[in-house]
């Protein structure tokens, strides 16, 4: 190995008003080693990204390639300079095929200098096969689910010969198969003797494929080194300046009676045959790999899609929703997994993305009032850390952890009889991952009942009273909190039932 980094930032500070992003962080990328940047929300780390590929000048301090200087005044000089990254929120042009959402820009060329797609198919073809992907360059991409979409984000990255490769939660809407083919990929980038930045909430993942670890904390940089000299709790210590307790604070609650019944539901496509019901004050998990249907089922109960047969009853009584707009007056929210896209008005302030569904509640005299709209925004701001200069400021200057809390705040705030919630700690770090946990707990407690998907297995064993299994868009079984291990369920999902 070389001791000579392949890239150094020194001395980096950025400033957005109201907010010290980062301040004289130091980070140095060794070739053919893979390093983890580890931080809470808001700690800094998309904006060195996004400084390391030219979209956001730094105010202060400089960067170094193989030892010498550079200096990027726009996302070309860096891809010029050999860095390429997947970002957390990748721009993707939905009108626009798979294989020009990849080539975009730097598409291969005629000696005309006419595009030549038949070449730019061939080539996103054979990228995508590199990543395992069965995708038709062809296709269009809206019509891609989120897993796809991301895979599409991360051959964009890879489409441009790099040395210096950036991830920024790259695994955030990946099945677990899907990750192993992506670590492959990573795996031969070392070998290629690439250097990897590599971001992520997930500590698993994190042990598994990283060498180096970088810890921010508010905008510095707090220690960094070899990931096999340091314990994850300490890294934790690091990040949030104190250990965070790892037990899942579900609290045990009696049930009560049921309010929620689910008959036989059947989508035309994406699922069949779902029944259960759910009862006051449950937790109730669904889990199953990316694809099973387990958010299609959820979208249906909240009428964005419509199912074929099957019916559901809400206290007895048997309804049917044919818009979120009557879920939510019957009680029914749902929170996205894709949060961004579905859950925020980003150029809205926190605080009127917060209040947004719930205007009724806060504007009883026909008026916004503004100072409800505040106090019903700190009070979620507050329970869930919520880290942003003001409640003022509009949703897109958050970090992205941060947009989540944001919009998992906003449905709470309607207080729903039925909750709920995709993934709903996707993107979330380990310390108020802990708090959006207790608070799911005390939730069910005051007899809110509780639909949470999850593709986190201590997720889910740890916070359900019950968990469906879905398979190919069908129950593999419903399981009782006594009897969840992660083997059973993993085998439940993956149709591996052998005993
Ligand atoms: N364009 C912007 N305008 C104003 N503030 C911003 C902007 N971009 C980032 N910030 C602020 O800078 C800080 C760091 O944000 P950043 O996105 O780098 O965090 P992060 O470490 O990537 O967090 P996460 O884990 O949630 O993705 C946050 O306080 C954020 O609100
Ligand atoms: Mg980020």
């Given at each position: 190995m070389s001791d000579m980094p392949l890239l150094e930032m020194r001395g980096i500070s950025k400033s957005f008003p109201g907010v010290r992003a980062l301040n004289d962080v130091n980070i140095a990328l060794y070739p053919g080693k893979?390093?983890?940047?580890?931080?809470?929300?808001?700690?800094g780390k998309s904006t060195l990204v996004k400084i390391l590929t030219g979209i956001y000048a730094c105010d202060e301090g400089e960067i170094y390639v193989d030892g010498g200087p550079v200096s990027f005044s726009n996302a070309q000089d860096a891809i010029d300079a050999g860095v390429t990254a997947i970002h957390q929120e990748t721009v993707l042009f939905d009108e626009l095929s798979v294989a020009e959402n990849i080539f975009l820009g730097h598409a291969p060329k005629s000696r005309l200098g006419?595009?030549?797609?038949?070449?730019?198919?061939?080539?996103?073809?054979?990228?995508?096969?590199?990543?395992?992907?069965?995708?038709?360059?062809?296709?269009?991409?809206?019509?891609?689910s989120?897993?796809?979409r991301h895979l599409v984000a991360i051959a964009r990255a890879l489409s441009v010969d790099a040395r210096i490769v950036i991830m920024d939660e790259p695994t955030a809407a990946l099945s677990r198969k899907e990750v192993?083919?992506?670590?492959?990929i990573v795996k031969r980038l070392k070998t290629q003797g690439k250097a990897i930045l590599f971001i992520s909430h997930k500590f698993d993942e994190v042990y598994e494929i990283a060498d180096h670890y970088a810890v921010f904390r508010d905008g510095k940089a707090v220690g960094s080194g070899e990931l096999a000299n340091v314990e994850q709790n300490d890294i934790v210590k690091l990040m949030v300046g104190r250990s965070v307790e790892h037990a899942f604070p579900k609290l045990d609650i009696a049930l009560g009676k049921t309010v929620f019944a689910v008959e036989n539901y059947t989508h035309p496509t994406e699922f069949r045959d779902i029944s259960f019901e759910l009862r006051q004050g449950e937790i109730f998990g669904i889990y199953g790999l990316v694809g099973a249907g387990r958010s299609e089922v959820c979208q249906s109960f909240f009428g964005i899609?419509?199912?074929?047969?099957?019916?559901?009853?809400?206290?007895g009584q048997e309804i049917t929703i044919r818009s979120p707009g009557e879920a939510i007056n019957a009680g029914i929210v749902y929170v996205?997994?894709?949060?961004?896209?579905?859950?925020?008005v980003l150029q809205l302030p926190i605080y009127q993305n917060?209040?947004?569904?719930?205007?009724?509640?806060?504007?009883?005299?026909?008026?916004?009032?503004?100072?409800?709209?505040?106090?019903?925004?700190?009070?979620?701001?507050?329970?869930?850390?919520?880290?942003?200069?003001?409640?003022?400021?509009?949703?897109?200057?958050?970090?992205?952890?941060?947009?989540?809390?944001?919009?998992?705040?906003?449905?709470?705030?309607?207080q729903p009889k039925?909750?709920?919630?995709?993934?709903?700690?996707?993107?979330?770090?380990?310390?108020?991952?802990?708090?959006?946990?207790?608070?799911?707990?005390?939730?069910?407690?005051?007899?809110?009942?509780?639909?949470?998907?999850?593709?986190?297995?201590?997720?889910?064993?740890?916070?359900?009273?019950?968990?469906l299994v879905m398979r190919e868009g069908l129950s593999a079984g419903i399981y009782k909190r006594e009897n969840l291990n992660a083997e059973t369920l993993v085998r439940a999902a993956t149709g591996n039932a052998s005993k």
């Open positions: 893979v390093t983890a940047l580890i931080g809470e929300n808001g700690a006419l595009v030549n797609w038949r070449a730019v198919n061939a080539r996103a073809l054979a990228l995508l096969h590199s990543l395992e992907s069965n995708i038709d360059p062809r296709l269009r991409l809206k019509d891609l989120i897993a796809q192993n083919d992506l670590f492959q899609t419509q199912p074929s047969s099957g019916k559901l009853k809400l206290d996205p997994e894709e949060r961004g896209r579905h859950g925020a917060i209040s947004l569904p719930s205007l009724t509640r806060t504007s009883r005299s026909g008026f916004l009032n503004a100072a409800n709209e505040f106090a019903l925004a700190r009070k979620y701001a507050e329970r869930f850390d919520l880290r942003a200069a003001a409640l003022s400021v509009p949703v897109g200057t958050l970090s992205g952890g941060n947009q989540q809390k944001v919009v998992i705040g906003k449905w709470l705030a309607t039925i909750l709920i919630l995709d993934e709903p700690t996707k993107g979330i770090d380990i310390g108020s991952k802990a708090a959006v946990h207790a608070f799911i707990s005390e939730l069910a407690g005051e007899g809110l009942s509780i639909i949470m998907v999850s593709s986190e297995l201590p997720e889910i064993i740890g916070m359900s009273d019950r968990v």
